[in-house]
């Protein structure tokens, strides 16, 4: 048992968790001046005020024998969850980056066999111990950000054994929390004639294995012009579902394609991208119990416009943001530059902000009981802040993370 003392504030989210990740207001966040955090095999056991403590703490058995820590008067604040990245990948875009400022846009690239299939031809030669390696270093970058959950995609191998391998590269990782998710549906591969046959190929050989081997937690598919369309997408996310998986969908990302609605009648858990909804799409968003993954930074980096996150926040939808780290069109780990597009280009106040990198975000990857909150049997993810919870998201390349705690253990 740990207790954590000297705690400035204490960011708990606690309204957070009773509006279930609805219109958060300042209030919401449940800050307590004057912190204490009680931390038993790797759980909050207790989280409240120094004045509560001393008058609580007789009641918990054990207590006298635990383990102090002051945090010298510093923040403390949920670990947050990164809830959408290709995060394994061999190769390198680059040249494409340059391409796409001299105007050749991210969908020719992708025509003329560079884009996502560019990184399947370098990720398919890469060893798993290559992958693995990379991955580490990736994953590293993330923690020293305060990231405690990180979600991961496949999704550049497209056949059953180089898919396979990079889940395998996700799930050799075991500090601090991977989701992994099989977004063998990312992309047609050369070697098939159209969209319809790949997809029997994977319900028939890819998911069957992956699902065997305990290699995913989830399923995710790319519903777009060009890639995949609604009528293939759901036969694939009910076979997944059908397989146990959670399902996600990447969609409304360059066209409006009416994936959000193949991802609210299919239940998945979150819908990512969502740019080109229309206004009978957000307020069906709004209306549902999907979240909406927003991914500002892919939006930056292929000059597209923003998601209405204001009009989704407002009409009741549920936001998470997330970086969408990949070597294509989000070639960036960094949190503080998602959550400053989102207040300055889609309208999101800072405490919005903060619910849909911590609780909203754990929403889409159904783990809100278990992360994205600081409450008594949560998970005692945590980031210790250098400076006040209002510095976050503010200064683009700079989060002031002193430390990240994942289980209650100090992994920066
Ligand atoms: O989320 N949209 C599809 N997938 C990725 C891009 C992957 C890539 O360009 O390599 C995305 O933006
Ligand atoms: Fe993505």
Known sequence: MKVFEGIGELITLSGVVKKSGKRIVEKDLGRI???????????????????????????IPGISKAKKVNLEGRTVIPGFVESHTH????????????MRMTGVSYEDIAKKGGGILSTVKATRKASLNHLTEDLKLRVNRFVKQGVTTLEVKSGYGLNSSSEIKMLKAIRSISSPKLVSTF????????????AGKYIDYLIADTLPKVVKAGLADRADIFIEKGYFDSVIGE???RACRDAGLDICVHTEQLNLTQGYQLAIDQKAKSVEHVVQLDAKGISEMAKSETVCVLLPAADFYLKMAYPSARKLIDGGARVALATDFNPGSSPTQDLSLVGVLARIEMG??????????????????????????????????????????????????????HSTFWKGKRVF
Do not use: C
């Open 348 to 401: 999101m106040s800072l405490p919005e902000v903060i619910s849909a990198y911590t609780f909203n975000a754990a929403k889409a990857l159904s783990l809100e009981s278990e992360v994205g909150a600081i409450l008594p049997g949560y998970s005692a993810d945590f980031v210790v802040l250098d400076d006040g919870w209002d510095r976050l998201f503010y200064s683009v390349g700079y989060h002031p993370v």
């Open 87 to 98: 995060s394994v990948f061999a190769g390198d875009r680059s040249k494409e980056f340059e």
């Open 183 to 194: 977004l063998g549906a990312h992309a047609i591969p050369p070697e098939f004639p159209n």
């Open 235 to 237: 036969k694939y996310l």
């Open 33 to 59: 001046r004057n912190g204490v955090l009680v931390v038993d095999k790797g759980r909050i056991l207790w989280a409240g005020s120094q004045s509560m403590w001393v008058r609580q703490r007789k009641g």
